[in-house]
């Protein structure tokens, strides 16, 4: 393994040199610079970064806790938080939970022992699940979802409003009989979605029927069976509700098996817009959210935590989503 007295050696200067040419520390001559530069890419030298955050007490990387990148909405949240960082000289270390509670334990454990800097979760879990983590003081942000009573900086979209306009518009087009599709129960985004379910329906005095709710995992293959159970009810709803992207894939897979036209025979919606909503035929009603802007606001909390810019109370952004009516809903009927 190629050492630092390596390349001083090759250079022919001091190993002190060779480190105020790497960390820029201190003055280095042009003529002394070239030398160590080109010592280095001749033995193909690589600092120790492990080495070199426990000398300077900074690793310049933050770690990012999701539920799935091949989610289309953590795909843009990513980005989101990974230019904010880059611009700001960090790297972004991102880990996969599944929903695992398992595993964002496993991660966060193994973040910590590489040193980030600072971390930010979609979370998974309730709050004793972050009480030890936070006492750390290694500045931590929940993005897209938060947990009740934690002190937690958190960006979140509004999701009882999001949900809420949509089942309005669902009972403007005449729908009574309005399936939802729901995520994971632990999770703050399932939760408020439902209730902006229910507050629609209560607000317009149309019954809040159980019978009508079903779990989808928040999954293509858990919305897929709750999709079937829904359809298979006597009378069946005129128009269902799926909790995210994935689960809308799902519930349109059940929707093709039972030969069911949308929106004749029955209408859908989503929430959350993503690259193939506008291309599906028809073309998907959503909620959109700014999950770009989530991740660029939650990486944005996080330095000014760690340039300790903000050093006060936690605080909770919440940013607006966006209701867009395509094709996929009509009135029971099936007029446009």
């Given amino acids: 393994m190629v050492t630092i007295r390596d390349v001083a050696k090759k250079a022919g200067v001091s190993v002190a040199t060779v480190?105020?040419?790497?960390?820029?520390?201190?003055?280095?001559?042009?003529?002394?610079?070239?030398?160590?530069?080109?010592?280095?890419t001749e033995l193909d030298y690589h600092?120790?970064?492990?080495?070199?955050?426990?000398?300077?007490?900074?690793?310049?990387?933050v770690g990012l806790i999701i539920s799935d990148i091949t989610n289309p909405f953590f795909t843009a949240l990513v980005r989101g938080v990974e230019d904010t960082a880059q611009a700001r000289g960090y790297a972004v270390t991102l880990c996969n939970t599944d929903?695992?509670?398992?595993?964002?334990?496993?991660?966060?454990k193994l973040l910590r022992s590489r040193r980030v800097?600072?971390?930010?979760?979609?979370?998974?879990?309730?709050?004793?699940?972050?009480?030890?983590?936070?006492?750390?003081?290694?500045?931590?942000?929940?993005?897209?979802?938060?947990?009740?009573?934690?002190a937690v900086d958190s960006v979140v979209v509004d999701n009882v409003d999001g949900a809420r306009q949509l089942v309005q518009y669902l009972i403007q087009l005449g729908h009574r009989r309005i399936g939802i599709i729901v995520g994971l129960p632990q999770i703050s985004t399932s939760r408020d979605r439902l209730e902006g379910y229910r507050q629609a329906l209560e607000a317009a005095r149309v019954p809040v029927d159980p019978a009508l709710q079903r779990m989808g995992f928040s999954s293509s293959k858990g919305a897929y069976t709750a999709g079937l159970s829904l359809l298979s009810l006597n009378p069946p709803p005129t128009a269902i509700f799926a909790g995210n992207n994935l689960m809308v894939i799902g519930l349109m897979w059940a929707v093709a098996e039972r030969g069911i036209e949308c929106p004749a025979d029955l209408s859908v919606a989503c929430f959350d817009d993503f690259e193939w909503a506008s291309v599906f035929r028809p073309r998907l009603t959503v909620v959109a959210q700014p999950t770009y802007e989530m991740?660029?606001?939650?990486a944005e909390l996080l330095f000014e935590r760690l340039t300790n810019t903000y050093t006060g109370e936690p605080r909770q952004i919440v940013l607006s989503p966006r209701f867009i009516i395509r094709d996929s809903c009509a009135s029971p009927s099936g007029g446009c």
């Fill in 295 to 298: 991740g660029a606001k939650a």
């Fill in 19 to 40: 480190s105020a040419t790497i960390n820029d520390s201190a003055f280095v001559s042009p003529e002394l610079r070239t030398r160590v530069e080109r010592a280095r």
């Fill in 117 to 150: 800097d600072g971390l930010i979760m979609a979370p998974a879990g309730a709050l004793e699940d972050y009480q030890r983590f936070v006492a750390t003081n290694v500045p931590l942000v929940f993005v897209d979802r938060h947990v009740p009573t934690a």
């Fill in 99 to 108: 929903e695992s509670l398992e595993k964002e334990r496993a991660y966060t």
């Fill in 47 to 61: 600092p120790d970064g492990i080495a070199r955050s426990l000398r300077i007490r900074t690793s310049q990387t």
